[in-house]
């Protein structure tokens, strides 16, 4: 989800459904201990985004220790250590699921960071990096270092997000943990979160938000979280017409937030999502990825 769950979209997110949980894009545990200028721009957030989780990855133990006092400081909400992340850059420097490779200073990751904030510190983590054979183990010696919630994804590393998510190996981790445990990969649908929740204690919902962020709404209302005839899930665009008001809308906010050169930039990848299975969809994307002010934003969307 690096470079889509910025603020602007978490804040989408809420507006459509109050009741989901934002966590932030991956940041650097090391960049935050350095106090880089990009990276402590990224925890900035808006009050409408809380409760919010600030996502970290990285490898050094120390910088951990720094990285989670800063988030109580920032207002942060709870910290999740990413040991799920499969990008081969990500992996390549032995950061995100690369961890569960080294289950030692995974759990020493956890429990420095336990230890050294009172906000919750949850993990995100995958079935394993060829199979899930190391599961049961990885995850009981998280929550025995200090974990309080672990979400898994359906997938190992090597699979990456090919395939379908096998849920079946986190419904049994469930059986052997204490703590809350939650459910990750192919979420699509409301119906897909209800179906598959069974004993979880949540759904967490990432690249189906992609274009749609609706998709929150709907899996709120699966669950019976919030209520539709109460405002409190936002609807899909009927129409072309309100999709191009809410994309508008969502650019707004990404350039409150960004400022106007960095804004736009960030809402163009959202635009290519938005309008992909509309008539015409290719011509308009070709046009909508060089954007590069609101003003031509609105130009090209009332030609259509």
């Known amino acids: ?107 020493e990751i956890i429990e420095t960071c336990a230890k050294n904030t009172k906000l919750p510190v949850s993990v995100k983590t995958r079935l394993g990096w060829e199979d899930d054979s190391t599961l049961d183990d990885f995850t009981k010696g998280l929550e025995s270092a200090g974990a309080q919630m672990i979400t898994i994804h359906g997938r190992t590393t090597k699979q990456a997000f090919s395939g379908e998510a ?31 929740l069974k004993n979880l204690d949540g759904i967490m919902v990432g690249r189906g938000t992609f274009g749609n962020p609706w998709l929150m709404g709907e899996v709120c209302l699966a669950l019976g979280i919030g209520s539709a005839s109460g405002g409190d899930i936002g609807h899909r665009p009927k129409d072309f017409d309100e999709l191009k008001k809410f994309m508008i809308h969502h ?42 002010s609101i003003d031509e934003v609105k130009e090209i969307l009332s030609q259509i």
């Not at 930039?265 to 046009?287: E, M, N, T, V, W």
Request: charged share 30%.
């Open 1 to 107: 989800m690096a470079g889509y769950t910025d603020s602007s979209f978490r804040q989408i997110i809420k507006e459509i459904a109050p009741s989901t949980i934002c966590i932030t894009e991956l940041i650097s545990a090391d960049g935050i201990a350095y106090g880089g200028k990009k990276t402590m721009e990224m925890l900035k957030f808006d009050k409408i985004e809380r409760p919010n989780i600030l996502q970290l990855f990285g490898k050094r133990v120390e910088h951990f220790k720094e990285a989670v006092k800063i988030a109580e400081d920032a207002g942060f909400d709870g910290v999740d250590i990413n040991m799920g992340c499969p990008a081969r850059k990500v992996i390549g420097s032995m950061h995100g699921s690369a961890l569960i490779k080294t289950p030692e200073l995974a759990f």
């Open 166 to 196: 096998n849920w079946d190996p986190i419904y049994r981790v469930k059986e052997k943990l204490s703590i809350p445990v939650t459910g990750n990969g192919d979420i699509k649908s409301g119906e897909d979160a209800k179906a598959k």
């Open 251 to 292: 650019a707004e906010i990404s350039i409150k937030v960004h400022g106007q050169k960095k804004g736009i930039r960030d809402i163009r990848k959202h635009f290519a999502s938005y309008i992909q299975g509309f008539p015409g969809a290719a011509k308009l994307r070709s046009q909508l990825v060089q954007v590069e």
